[in-house]
């Protein structure tokens, strides 16, 4: 199609008569040329300089010569006649990259592909101990977003027929006929290859690897299993794990316990969210001949208890969050809330199964991941706030001198950069008191309870 679209657009621009619109446009800059030279010729020398009107000459034989002070109304003509084709053709072009930006753009599924990109900056920072790299974040970021934007094109290269029956979306380009398989299979391959790329060089091997992976889960295995099995949403869900643990890895250099908090929270996430949609969309997958779980639960019971139960999954990890020196004692209070409110609306949807209270579920887990990643963020201890806790607060075995002869040295230049977080894992659990003195109330005086 593309290549059709650029044939037909060379040979309009080669012969612009071939097309009405450029034909329009060439004959109502010719007819204002002429009017503007007859005009000037009647107020002035009655100099004569004969041409031919190509308008009138094409529409009824020669017109009658004109008079006019232009010394050279041919060449103005060609002049003019090249500035309309010319802005023709750059319109066409405006055109046509507008219309693929946004074929590209859909089959990227952008929006979701932005969720993923947040989750694995998010991971990254998380991973990043005292000081953030801020190129390799953003090469990490513009790295998991070409290769999820391959991945999602992949998908609805392998889901056009299903997506075809689909009300929510037949409109997309594939099934649309916007654009054709092979330009869409070129798109991903591109991405694909160019994300692993740049994960590769500006990270290291194990974000590439784990982004290659994940490309395969989701294109491979999952697309096919959705019409399959319903096993695929739990499948789905580890795809969508991955990306802040590549975040964390392209960070840190290694995949640690702490490490997997958010994929954590990201697997439990996904299930409540995806059924509810597959809830609230049951007739749609039906249509698209997929196999979604709620499909083969006509009550809703179990959907809505599958739902519940990740939810209150959820519970627990503001805790681990806490304990594992990952961030402050507020986001255990934070989560744990959190988590309460996307359970509450679980359990309504398990209690009295109507549309209304699945789409609830549905928004509540639209609320829940981008303030749960913000109160990552918010409250995460770098390695210094925890380096300084540490110290404050524990064990005499660990010395902060860099020239510390017994115990554990902590400074950066004794932790290999990749390894300070996970060093942490372990480390002695503070009193949440501790944490009021520093992120995000840095200016609280120092608990009382610790000895100067
Ligand atoms: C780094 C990397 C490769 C990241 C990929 C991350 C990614 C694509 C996550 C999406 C997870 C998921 C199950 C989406 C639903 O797809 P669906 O097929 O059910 O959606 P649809 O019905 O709208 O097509």
């Known amino acids: 199609m593309w290549r059709r679209n650029s044939l037909s657009l060379s040979s309009k621009l080669a012969n612009p008569y071939s097309n009405p619109s450029l034909l329009l446009l060439f004959r109502s800059s010719l007819k204002s ?9 009647n107020s002035t020398s009655p100099e004569s300089t004969s041409a031919v009107d190509p308008v009138n000459w094409a529409q ?39 219309h693929y930006t946004r074929c590209y753009w859909e089959l990227s599924k952008a929006r979701l592909s932005m969720l993923v990109v947040a989750t694995s900056g998010t991971g990254y920072i998380l991973g990043s101990g005292s000081s953030i790299d801020y190129l390799g974040l953003c090469c990490t970021c513009a790295g998991t977003m070409m290769v999820a ?31 054709t398989i092979p330009h869409a299979v070129m798109w991903a391959s591109s991405m694909g290859v160019a994300g692993t790329a740049l994960l590769a060089c500006q990270a290291n091997m194990l974000a590439a690897g784990l982004a290659a992976s994940n490309l395969v889960l989701y294109a491979f295995v999952y697309t096919p299993l959705k019409q399959i099995h319903p096993v695929n949403t739990w499948v789905g869900a580890i795809v969508g794990a991955i990306p802040p643990l590549l975040g964390w890895a392209a960070a840190s250099g290694q995949i640690s316990l702490n490490g997997m908090l958010l ?22 997958y039906a249509d698209g001949g997929f196999r979604m779980f709620s499909l ?3 009550t809703g019971h179990r959907t809505a208890l599958v739902s519940l139960r990740n939810c209150l999954y959820l519970l627990p990890l503001g805790y681990l969050a806490y304990d594992w020196g990952i961030t402050s004692g507020w986001f255990c209070a934070e989560s744990t809330l959190l988590a309460l409110a996307i359970s509450s609306t679980a359990a309504s949807f398990f209690l009295n199964r109507t549309t209304k209270n699945a789409r609830r579920m549905f928004h509540a887990s639209l609320l829940y991941l981008p303030v749960f990643m913000g109160g990552l963020l918010v409250h995460r201890l770098s390695s210094d706030s925890e380096r300084s806790l540490t110290a404050e607060n524990s064990d005499p075995s660990i010395n902060l001198s860099p020239s510390s002869e017994s115990g554990v040295d902590l400074t950066e230049h004794a932790i290999p950069r990749e390894n300070r977080r996970p060093a942490l894992i372990g480390a002695q659990t ?14 609280l005086p120092a608990p009382s309870y610790i000895s100067s």
């Open 33 to 41: 040329h002429h009017h503007g030279l007859l005009a000037r010729s």
């Open 60 to 98: 009824s034989g020669p017109a009658a010569p004109f008079i006019g002070p232009h010394p050279t109304p041919v060449s103005a003509f060609g002049l003019t006649s090249l500035a309309a084709a010319s802005a023709f053709k750059a319109k066409e072009v405006a055109d046509l990259a507008k």
């Open 149 to 179: 934007a391959s991945a999602n094109s992949l998908n609805q290269v392998f889901e056009v027929k299903n997506d075809a029956k689909m009300n929510r979306t037949r409109l997309r380009p594939l099934p649309s006929g916007r654009i």
């Open 263 to 284: 994929p954590a929270a990201l697997y439990f996430w996904q299930i409540p969210h995806f059924m509810a949609l597959a809830y609230l969309c049951r007739k749609d």
């Open 296 to 298: 083969a639960d006509a």
């Open 430 to 443: 503070r009193p949440p008191v501790a944490y009021a003195s520093v992120a995000p109330f840095p200016f």
